[in-house]
């Protein structure tokens, strides 16, 4: 059982963390995404409309977890994301590995 | 308006959560904006699992304390610890580059850290690492 929201939208899966990925939750955030991959989605899409927050820890399960994504033959991407969670993003560079989204619908739309 | 919050940290990565929890308290408190609060506690964030993870990793004699002031504009922070020297300004910060395959995140926290405070001031005394970060704010 996992405390991750999430849901599956065509085919892809939408994680919608909340409030904040920092270095004391990073790990439930990991365990809960691989869990979630191994149940057999490729496309993963991080809804980022209620997380206020996210650390290097955050970033590095965000990578992980895209990893294993492209492993599996998908890809990750994030949408809506707030101004603290873009900074963080664009500082870390990680706004142009992932690409960032104005809406889920778009951001599978980019995976597909 | 001017106040202060001083933490003693058990040296568990946990506590991170609980320094931020108490930082929005105290910026809520303090009329600073939850946003600027958040990213201040970013940087606490960085450099306390820095400490945890490292510096005291399987220590059970580890000292960590915390004092958050606000006054004149600034947010001011001072983090003690009692592991080896370490100065975490001299570090390299990981440059941003590198695609999904080979992208590592060792040393983005400090990027972070030094991306987002104003001032950075580290010093060693007293058997003690003590690093002074300040962050200016704008009132909300």
């Known amino acids: 059982m996992t405390s991750l929201n999430h849901e599956t939208?065509?085919?892809?899966?939408?994680?919608?963390?909340?409030?904040?990925?920092?270095?004391?939750?990073?790990?439930?955030?990991?365990?809960?995404?691989?869990?979630?991959?191994?149940?057999?989605?490729?496309?993963?899409?991080?809804?980022?409309?209620?997380?206020?927050?996210?650390?290097?820890?955050?970033?590095?399960?965000?990578?992980?977890?895209?990893?294993?994504?492209?492993?599996?033959?998908?890809?990750?991407?994030?949408?809506?994301?707030?101004?603290?969670?873009?900074?963080?993003?664009?500082?870390?560079?990680?706004?142009?590995?992932?690409?960032?989204?104005?809406?889920?619908?778009?951001?599978?739309?980019?995976?597909a | 308006m001017t106040g202060r919050l001083d933490m003693s940290l058990a040296n568990d990565v946990q506590e991170v959560a609980r320094v931020i929890d108490s930082l929005e308290e105290f910026g809520a408190a303090n009329g600073i904006p939850a946003e600027q609060s958040l990213r201040f506690g970013l940087a606490l964030d960085e450099l306390i699992t820095n400490i945890i993870s490292y510096g005291l990793a399987g220590r059970s004699d580890g000292i960590i304390t915390l004092a958050i002031e606000h006054g004149g504009g600034v947010l001011r922070a001072e983090l003690a610890d009692n592991g080896p020297p370490f100065d975490p300004l001299a570090a390299d910060a990981a440059p941003p580059v590198g695609d999904i395959e080979t992208r590592e995140v060792g040393g983005l926290g400090l990027t972070l850290v030094k991306s987002f405070m104003d001032r950075l001031d580290y010093r060693r005394a007293d058997g003690f690492n003590r690093l002074t970060m300040e962050m200016k704010v704008k009132a909300a």
Do not use: M, W
């Not at chain 1, 899966?13 to 270095?23: G, H, T, Y």
């Not at chain 1, 990073?26 to 869990?35: I, P, S, T, V």
């Not at chain 1, 989605?41 to 990578?63: E, Q």
């Not at chain 1, 992932?98 to 809406?103: I, N, Q, V, W």
């Open chain 1, 9 to 111: 939208v065509n085919g892809a899966l939408v994680l919608k963390p909340s409030r904040r990925i920092d270095s004391s939750s990073a790990k439930a955030f990991e365990d809960d995404a691989a869990a979630l991959l191994d149940k057999g989605p490729k496309k993963v899409v991080i809804d980022a409309t209620d997380l206020d927050y996210i650390s290097s820890a955050g970033l590095r399960v965000i990578l992980t977890t895209a990893k294993k994504a492209k492993a599996a033959g998908g890809g990750l991407t994030i949408a809506c994301a707030k101004n603290n969670v873009k900074e963080v993003l664009a500082v870390s560079g990680f706004d142009n590995i992932f690409g960032l989204h104005d809406s889920v619908a778009q951001a599978i739309s980019a995976l």
